[in-house]
């Protein structure tokens, strides 16, 4: 381990099938007036939203709606949701649903006490919340699995007018103070959910392994990470109700984005990056867009981590060489019916320039890309 870090993950975490009974305890942490942030229905369809607002109401909180949070978050919603929260001076938030849920409720728990253009602030400049700033506290119970927000600071939103989506890692006071898993909460998910969402904790996984030349302890917990997910998203593909590969599922995404696997490392987040900015002109779900330019973006880092890509084969696949290793994670995202090109997800040629002006750009774990390149990787996963 080569660089300097510090390890602090306040999230208290509730996994398995009795984990909602845990919330009632919860409760008594928090203050009276809690904001319900939801989704466009499935926590309605599936008996969970009636579930959570009984033991609520029952532990005595008051309860202020905000439904309709979508997936991929946007501006206007996080507006709403600040507003409301401020309106009615809420002790704290509920977060109910996916990766969409609990990172906007982290957004609004950042921003309600902030004064000034919040977006600005935290989102395009990349601030923190100062030390004196109030903090609305946030509890998740969580519905899909992929992103690993539940327990990491991450907030992405899409200013939908100007098609740019971007993310801020907000700092461990906004990360959530409990999660609550349950798998079988995850049951209904779609299935090009599902799999959107392994192909995301797969990426995140990634984007912390593919970088630095040193032996480090984080790639070794990465790689067990890999073979696990690559173990059980066969199973959850072949079938969606196996409780077993959608418990490994859940737990993984948690672990491949929990800020453990970063310790030490510098880290890539391009492939998010441009997936980002796809994702922000065809509306694709996040995992999808992650795959779809992931060929062309690890062969060209291939080129320079070759003997990264030789582990990564090796250990993950079992295969002897850094091209074989691709092959093989090409043909696992066949294998689980993941798009592989930008097409698929309604991306055009004439798109590209868009999509590269709105991707941000920082130095990647082996490559440095210019907005030339990004338009090649998109070209060539056309
Ligand atoms: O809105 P509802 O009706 O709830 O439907 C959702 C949504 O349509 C549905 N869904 C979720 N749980 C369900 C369910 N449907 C039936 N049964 C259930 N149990 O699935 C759809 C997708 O949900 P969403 O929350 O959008 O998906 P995901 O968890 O993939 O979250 C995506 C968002 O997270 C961001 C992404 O960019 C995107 O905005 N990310 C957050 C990260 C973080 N915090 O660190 C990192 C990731 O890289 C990612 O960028
Ligand atoms: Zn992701």
Known sequence: MQGN????NPTKLYFGEASLDFLKDELKHFGERVLLNYGSGSVK??????????ILREGGKTIIENPGVMSNPTLEKLHEGVRIARENKVDWILALGGGSVCDYSKGVAASAFFDGDYWQHFWLDGNQPAAEQKVIPVGCILTMAGTGSEMNGGCVITDAEKNYKTGHVFDSRFMPRFSILNPRFTMTVPLDQMKAGIYDIMNHIFEQYFSGDDDNTSDYIAEGLMRGLIV??????????????RSNIMWTATWALNTLIKCGKRQDWMVHQIGHSIGAWTHAPHGYTLASVSMAYYR????????KFERFARNVWGVDSAEAGLEALKAWMEEIGLPLTISELGATESMIDDIVRTTNIFPAGYLDLTPEDIKQILTESL
């Open 300 to 307: 060209r880092a291939m080129q320079n981590g070759r003997h």
């Open 5 to 8: 870090f510090i390890y602090h």
């Open 45 to 54: 369809r599936s008996g969970l939203y009636d579930q959570v607002v009984a």
């Open 232 to 245: 059980a998203s066969r199973a959850a593909v072949k079938n969606p109700q196996d409780y077993e590969a």
